[in-house]
């Protein structure tokens, strides 16, 4: 079946560090794939996505590159900021025909970024 | 902007009360899905929903039902509360089956 991995933290950087938070996937075909952020006490929000391979999504200084050879979706920032401590979740979607509906979930990165 | 708006923020019911848990999306979208949030655990789908009347159970469907009588509106019911429970649940949208969803701000719910 199709799964995510991603590491969960938590993840502690100080203010203006490089951001880097792996995600590897296993899916079958051509998934789409997401990045979704959740801020304290409040739902996910979808940060990015990509839907085929060397796609990049990008948001708000956040970056994504969908790697089918590696099957990773990385996400990346260049300088964080205290706002941007959160919990960070890859999700995949399987391709059409590709087995069960709704998207497949990693367990959560929990970013805390220190001034 | 899509909008997904539960009924409850914060939900405090006793153990073997039947519960229910609204939500409403306002983009006309066909899928709609519920889902409980652990520590550790991560998100766990519920029960979703690809067209009105019609369900589909997810992962942990034991002790919930659903109802959407209505294309905006999907109903989580726990027919009879227990401490194990105790959770956050999100409810979502989406307009394909498989494609990003939209997600509301959350009930956490604490059965005592």
């Known amino acids: 079946g199709n799964s995510v991995t991603q590491m969960e933290g938590p993840v502690t950087l100080s203010e203006e560090a490089f951001l880097t938070i792996n995600c590897t996937y296993t899916?079958?075909?051509?998934?789409?794939l997401f990045w979704y952020v959740q801020y304290p006490g409040e739902g996910l929000q979808l940060l990015l996505k990509a839907t085929k391979a060397d796609d990049k999504g990008s948001n708000k200084g956040f970056e994504a590159t969908y790697r089918k050879e590696t099957t990773s979706f990385h996400l990346e920032k260049g300088s964080v900021q205290v706002s941007d401590s959160a919990v960070y979740f890859c999700a995949l979607s399987p391709a059409a025909g590709g087995g069960a509906d709704g998207l497949t979930f990693g367990k959560g990165t929990h970013l805390i970024i220190q001034p | 902007d899509v909008k997904v708006t539960q009924s409850s923020r914060y939900l405090v019911k006793r153990t073997g009360e039947k519960v229910f848990l609204e939500c409403v999306q306002d983009?006309?979208?066909?899928?709609m899905f519920w889902y409980r949030q652990d520590p550790g655990l991560g998100l766990r789908l519920i029960y979703f929903s690809y067209d009105v009347k019609m369900k589909e159970k997810g992962d942990i469907p034991e002790g919930y039902s659903v109802s959407r009588e209505k294309k905006e509106r999907f109903s989580l019911i726990l027919e009879s509360a227990s401490t194990n429970q105790t959770s956050m649940y999100l409810c979502a949208s989406s307009r394909f089956r498989v494609s990003e969803q939209y997600f509301g701000p959350g009930t956490r719910l604490t059965v005592t």
């Open positions: 983009m006309d979208h066909e899928n």
């Open positions: 899916a079958t075909g051509y998934p789409s």
